[in-house]
């Protein structure tokens, strides 16, 4: 996929403008797009968002954009995305064992305190 997207940016010259800086904003915008879907929906309504074929095809266009810019970045910074959240899910074993409460992690890790953020 990340060489598909490459190759589709490169045939209509969109190189120059895939700065690291520009494809985290698109990145920002196309995940806002994802959660405006959801904004004024109870959680009961969420959960079926699916059911409902035209809000389906939004949130899967919506999920296409997001993944597409986040691959988009990582190509342009050469980070292999699934071994980043290998790593990342390595740590947060570590630091959020299995029996501990919700939200209180092993050790603290430079200030963070969500293991998603």
Not at 12 to 39: C, D, G
């Amino acid at each position: 996929m990340q060489r598909r997207l490459t190759e589709f940016a490169a045939s209509r010259e969109w190189q120059p403008y895939h700065t690291p800086k520009n494809l985290a904003a698109a990145l920002s915008v196309e995940a806002a797009e994802l959660l405006e879907i959801f904004q004024w929906l109870t959680p009961e309504q969420a959960d079926r968002v699916m059911d409902d074929p035209d809000a389906a095809h939004r949130v899967a266009d919506e999920v296409a954009d997001v993944l597409a810019y986040l691959l988009q970045f990582c190509g342009v910074l050469g980070v292999d995305p699934l071994a980043a959240l290998s790593a990342k899910i390595d740590r947060n074993e570590l630091r959020f064992p299995v029996g501990r409460p919700p939200g209180r992690s092993a050790r603290p890790e430079n200030g963070d305190r969500h293991s998603s953020e």
